[in-house]
């Protein structure tokens, strides 16, 4: 058995192959007998696996089943008619299925013969065939919302990666299920007006044949060919008709957790009342005259026991729940008093994006929707680029907003809205000039640049043109990664720290054992990698980033002065962003009268260090580095400030709420390779 197990594979398609061979080359009536009796038993197994299969994916094979026995029942059909016309003889089962239908009356078994084919052909095939239509075509309208509900078990850490991918491809491979079973029962239709022809031509061929060659009388051929034909066409089309029966219980079968006969069970014999109603009506049609008494009555005596046993078990249901449900409620009131429940709903996501109902089309792979591959593209990007590990990232639908918003949310807080809009494009000019193109009006929400939406045909001449064009999945998602980049401080949370240091402990043990706890303990950690992220300094090298602190830490825990240290031992990380190409970083200094005032009145808080400074000193240096920067514009030079490492930090707490994106930068983090070209100072009157 192991063996033919073992290359079953190789023994269903010689047994495929065999199927074409025996359309073509005669076979002893013997042999014959064994394959009609084979498809009968198989047609029965086929018919029996369809009554237990609880989900149709546990019989997906059946479409390419019911093809490979509609070609094993027409090769038969050949067989028996080749045998049947040339022998007048087409074995014992054939016979016997002719004697046992028709008796002494042919007409009656050809009768009972058409009856058969009418049941299969009007009533079975072409039921399971609508059936299987309007199946296949619900189950593609519904592929978006199972993928949505999908994703966001997944987000929310209901199921695991893995039991997404399994439940995704179950949700693809059941709707090719319902789409092959559309084709399929076509070949059940093709089958059955087949058998008839092939009935037809035997009997007429087998009359002609007999009289004609071998002169026997048209009695004695019809008395013949009848039993003959009438037996082949049955032991044909019993098999077609349990298997298009099977083909009807797959594609009608509700979902559920239990097979037919359980769930007819279950449903026919729920209410007690109905069979106790039955029992009445029975039993008065058996009074009624005229009408048989006995076999009403029997009836009407089942219905009625039925009845009362069915009453009872339900009344024995119903105390077992009413003790349930007072357990449950028991255990439901204690639940809610438990601390853990309240604080259940104190938790929000970390990361969340609400779209649109028009929106929803992006997250189906199957319309060609990849923005769920785009976002685990970001957070594979963020990881790479910076060094931080961003949490699954939630999608739900929100029908309160606009069809084609979308709203970014961090840790339940809106942070930014936008507006796509599918199957267009969002064309941009780099020179900031007009773009002559036909389309709507827009802004990209991640920076603010004029743009505008166009048609899918007009793409390729945008791009003629010299204008960036991208589609609306890539600005949500950019717009999306920028939300991250600028908040990136905030999604790192103690539990980020700790993954990002227990992936290092198998290889740097030494020093993460050294610096945590003992030096430092995992929230000041956590503040110094928050620190260097606020200034989009990536945290990939986190050895460095823990060597250096553990140098440090033995003699300081303040946490300002420990990034300072980080930064400069990241000194050529830090830079690298702001070099030009010429390697030459263009910076705008800060005046010495200036420096030397900042640090004269630096305070001390527990956010940190920071000038305290008169308000109008304060607004005079935003005025002139404001200035500086729209200086720099029409040379494309990107602004960063260079001031000394001891105002290093508050100077840019001074800037940050007006210039998020302006970097500042100490001396003592320039690699001395890099050449330094001042290209603007900020300098204020303090006298």
Sequence with gaps: MTGITKHIDVVIALGILGI???????IPTGLLDILLTFNITLSVIILLLAMFTTQILQFSIFPTLLLVTTLFRLGLNISSTRLILSQGYAGQVVGAFGSFVTGDNYVVGAIIF??????????????????????????????????????????????????????????????????SMDGAMKFVKGDAIAGIIITLINFIGGVAITILQDGETFAEAISKFALLTIGDGLVSQ?????????????????????????????????????????????????????????????????CGVSAYLLNKEEKQRVSLAIQETAATAESRRQDLDDPEYILSYTQVELLEIEIGYGLISLTDERSGGDLLDRISGIRRQCAKELGIIVQPIRIRDNLQLATNEYVLKIKGTELARGEIMPKHFMVMNPTNEEIELKGIATHEPAFGLPALWIEAGLREEAEILGYTVVDATTVMVTHLSEIIKDNSHELMG??????????????????????????????????????????RVPIKDMISILETLADYAPSTKNTELLTEY???????????????????????TIHPDLENYIGDNIQKSFQGSFPAIEPTINTAILQNISKLIEGLAPSQTRAVILASPK??????????????????????????YIEIEAVGMVSVDVD
């Design 20 to 26: 074409v061979i025996l359309i073509i080359l005669p």
């Design 494 to 535: 103690r539990q980020e720290v700790k993954q990002l240091i227990d992936g290092l402990k198998e290889k740097y043990s030494a020093v993460v054992e050294e610096l945590i706890p003992d030096l430092l303990s995992l929230g000041e950690v956590q503040k110094v990698l928050q620190n260097l992220l606020r200034e």
């Design 114 to 179: 058409v009856i058969i084919i009418i049941i299969q052909l009007v009533v079975i095939t072409s039921g399971a065939t609508r059936v299987s239509e309007v199946s296949a075509r619900f189950t593609l309208d519904a592929m978006p919302g199972k993928q949505m509900s999908i994703d966001a078990d997944l987000n929310a850490g209901s199921i695991t990666d893995e039991e997404a991918k399994e439940r995704r491809m179950n949700l693809q491979r059941e709707s090719d299920f319902y789409g």
């Design 647 to 672: 105002i290093r930090a508050p100077f840019k707490r001074l800037i940050e709420m007006a210039f998020p994106q302006l970097a500042v930068l100490s001396l003592n983090e320039v690699p001395n």
């Design 566 to 588: 980080v930064r400069h031992s990241l000194s050529r990380t830090v830079v690298a962003p702001y070099v030009a190409d010429d390697n030459i970083l263009r910076v705008i």
């Design 238 to 302: 019993l098999p077609s008709l349990l298997i298009s029966v099977s083909a009807g219980i797959l594609v009608t079968r509700s979902a559920s957790d239990e097979n037919l006969g359980t769930d007819m069970a279950r449903q026919l014999f729920s209410f007690p009342k109905v069979m106790a109603i039955a029992a009445v009506v029975v039993f008065t049609l058996g009074i009624a005259p005229g009408l048989p008494t006995l076999p009403f009555l029997f009836l009407s005596t089942g």
